[in-house]
């Protein structure tokens, strides 16, 4: 319960933060100070991240949060953009979505999902069963592309499959 007060013994007591509720701007509340599954602690609780006199006014705060939703918006459209094209696209998505959790609990919550996906991926790769499998299909890969390779330059000898000439 998110109460003031206890009335059971009748004495203030301060409020515990609810985890998933709200950002923390609105009920002052700085957010989760625990640690991460992982074990190791989160830098910042989850909120706001906006200027103190930002925050204390209402409307000045809602600007701020469509400013920083719309420039947010453009990177992440960049980055998709950037997908088919030349370019590093996901990492500029990522970059939105990082502009986006100065603000959103929403995307800070993805961005705190995808840390963790990322870092058990990185662990999964170095473990030594998943490196040996990995190495032994890229081996088996490369064998049955030299072999197919091979085939071709048998059957056709060395010659590119257009005509060029003509």
Do not use: C
């Not at 947010?72 to 500029?92: E, S």
């Not at 959790?101 to 990185?122: D, G, I, M, N, P």
């Amino acid at each position: 319960m998110n109460a003031e007060r206890d009335v059971r013994d009748g004495g203030a007591v301060p409020a515990a933060p609810v985890p998933g509720t709200g950002n923390g701007a609105e009920s002052g509340v700085a957010g989760e100070a625990g640690e991460a599954e992982g074990g190791a602690p989160e830098g910042r609780g989850l909120g706001s991240r906006a200027p103190g006199f930002i925050r204390a006014s209402r409307p000045l705060h809602l600007s701020w949060q469509v400013g920083v939703f719309v420039i947010g918006l453009a990177v992440v459209v960049a980055g998709i953009i950037m997908l088919p094209l030349p370019g590093p696209g996901w990492l500029v998505i990522f970059g939105g979505m990082a502009i986006w959790a100065t603000e959103f609990v929403w995307a800070q919550l993805v961005l705190r999902w995808t840390r963790r996906k990322v870092t058990e991926a990185a662990q999964r790769a170095l473990d030594p069963k998943v490196r040996r499998r990995n190495i032994i299909l890229t081996v088996v890969g490369l064998v049955i592309v030299a072999v197919l390779v091979g085939i071709y330059v048998w059957k056709f000898g060395i010659t590119m499959p257009w005509k060029i000439h003509e």
